[in-house]
């Protein structure tokens, strides 16, 4: 995981880490935002 997973701009690879991953990791990562997303329903 690069520094560049702490910005805004998500690439498609990331994106569908992302939505595999649970949410108690984003928490964890300090990317809170990601957890208010609807799609991580």
Do not use: W
């Not at 998500?10 to 880490?17: M, T």
Request: hydrophobic letters at 30%; aromatic letters at 4%.
């Amino acid at each position: 995981m690069t520094s560049s997973s702490e910005t805004l701009e998500i690439s498609g690879n990331e994106l569908v880490h992302i939505l595999r991953t649970p949410r108690h990791q984003y928490t964890s990562d300090g990317c809170v935002v990601l957890d208010c997303r609807p799609f991580l329903d």
